[in-house]
Nanobody
Framework: QVQLVESGGGLVQPGGSSRLSCAAS????????MGWYRQGPGGRELVATI??????NYADSVKGRFTISLDNSKKSVYLQMDNLKPEDTAVYYC????????????????????WGQGTQVTVSP
């Protein structure tokens, strides 16, 4: 069983910064990519993704303000958020695209549907 645990977030003033972390644990053979999504009033949207090779992709709304990074050795992904705006307020979810080991059968499986529990980021004076 693979688990993603997020940390960080909370209440931040407009223009401030915050850093989110997400650590993957469990029977993981390989992580191909990780990313951050957020759920606001408009639904869930992609924030940023990063491949194991370091290729990044950002939503237009966060380009130049957010930075995603990946530590393969720690199976962790980070999101540095600077110059935060009220419209960044949302629940942020970590996602992993990985190959895991089904211990009961000893077989490998690939999944892009591994999610963390979410962490609230609120940007307000």
């Amino acid at each position: 069983q693979v688990q993603l645990v997020e940390s960080g977030g909370g209440l931040v003033q407009p223009g401030g910064s915050s850093r989110l972390s997400c650590a993957a644990s469990g029977s993981i053979i390989r992580i191909d990519a990780m990313g951050w999504y957020r759920q606001g009033p408009g639904g869930r949207e992609l924030v940023a993704t990063i491949t194991s090779g370091g290729v990044t992709n950002y939503a237009d709304s966060v380009k130049g303000r957010f930075t995603i990074s990946l530590d393969n050795s720690k199976k962790s992904v980070y999101l540095q958020m600077d110059n935060l705006k009220p419209e960044d307020t949302a629940v942020y979810y970590c996602n992993a695209d990985l190959v895991g080991l089904m211990q009961s059968t000893g077989t490998y499986y690939a999944s892009r549907d591994v999610w963390g529990q979410g962490t609230q980021v609120t940007v307000s004076p």
